[in-house]
């Protein structure tokens, strides 16, 4: 499976890291737990981006970046167990606990959730301390990614 991020061109030497999500928390993780989440789509990743914008002039010097990570080390989160709230705009501490939760078990590289911004289309969440995560970076491709002007 191909997943994409969209990362600041400046912080592409931690793009792999996940601290963004260990700094700040994310749906799918509390702060304190690195995470890396990506798309399956390219426009998935943009959307994603997207949503967190309020300024067009923010849209600039942006590095589109795409991973392959086996099919075998994603498990994917039944539908059932997500929480009634999990689209909610602010995330709620019940995603953050399924995610967090996922992390600590190690039970796989990835884990794979539907999107908040699109809900029949899947992201990846990735756990960088697993012990198979870094065999999976020789395959990471990177390139400048422009964000169209009309996307506001």
């Not at 799918?28 to 990506?38: E, F, P, R, V």
Request: with cysteine.
């Amino acid at each position: 499976m191909i997943g994409f991020r969209i990362v600041k061109t400046k912080y592409l030497d931690t793009a792999w890291s996940g601290y963004g999500a260990q700094r700040h928390g994310g749906r799918w993780n509390h702060k304190g737990n690195a995470m890396i989440y990506l798309a399956t789509s390219v426009s998935l990743a943009t959307l994603e981006c997207l949503v967190h914008f309020d300024d067009s002039a923010l849209l600039q010097h942006y590095t589109l970046l795409s991973i392959e990570v086996s099919d075998t080390d994603i498990i994917a989160l039944e539908p059932t167990a997500l929480p009634t709230n999990w689209q909610q705009l602010t995330a709620p501490q019940e995603t953050m606990d399924i995610g967090s939760e996922w992390l600590d078990s190690g039970s796989s590289v990835g884990l794979l959730v539907p999107s908040s911004v699109v809900p029949m289309e899947n992201n990846i969440l990735i756990n960088p301390q697993h012990t198979d995560f870094t065999a999976y970076l020789s395959s990471v491709q990177a390139m400048p990614h422009i964000f169209d002007p009309r996307l506001k």
